[in-house]
């Protein structure tokens, strides 16, 4: 597997893979219509060129034999969603395609994560993880985030609750 950091050339490969991995995970649970909205929305090349040009976000992309297969996009500072402190790294995504779980691939992109987070000298890192995403929430306790709170994530016109998740580095 190759982890490569990427910029704005990557835009259309970075779309491709979130929609894929958004729609695969999450269209099972949810409307086809509030699916769509978010994926024309949330992946629009308008709104990721705006996240890949913000100089407090990273992508980093996965590939396995020329086919991405997944990719990180990390925050800090006030390009944070929620917390916007300097002391801390919110793992935005975390998105793998389906025929690659268990396959290592989102501890890899999570490693680099937490890398980032130790490198930048941070004190903890947090996400926020969808309260049915229970996959998700495993992997994440597995590796040593713990619920703190929760958010309204609006898909489309549902308005769903997220856990805010957080692991202490200090």
């Known amino acids: ?5 990427v910029n704005i050339q990557s835009l259309e490969r970075i779309q ?3 929609r894929t991995t958004f729609e695969e995970t999450f269209s ?9 909205s978010y994926l024309e929305n949330g992946f629009s090349t308008e709104k990721l060129t705006k996240e890949i040009n913000e100089p407090n976000s990273e992508f980093y992309i996965v590939s396995e034999n020329d086919t991405l297969i997944g990719y990180l996009k990390v925050n800090i500072g006030a390009a944070q969603t929620e917390f916007n402190t300097a002391n801390s790294l919110e793992i935005e995504r975390i998105y793998v395609l389906k025929a690659y779980h268990g396959k290592k691939v989102g501890q890899l992109l999570f490693e680099k994560a937490e890398d980032l987070a130790q490198r930048k000298q941070v004190d903890f890192i947090w996400l926020g993880v969808w309260e049915k995403n229970e996959r998700a929430i495993h992997f994440y306790q597995k590796n040593g985030f713990e619920i703190i ?12 609750t997220d856990f805010i998740m957080r692991k202490i580095l200090i």
């Open 16 to 18: 491709q893979i979130g």
């Open 1 to 5: 597997m190759l982890l490569q950091k």
């Open 149 to 160: 709170d929760q958010h309204i994530f609006k898909l489309g016109t549902d308005l769903q």
């Open 28 to 36: 099972p649970f949810n409307t086809a219509e509030n699916i769509l």
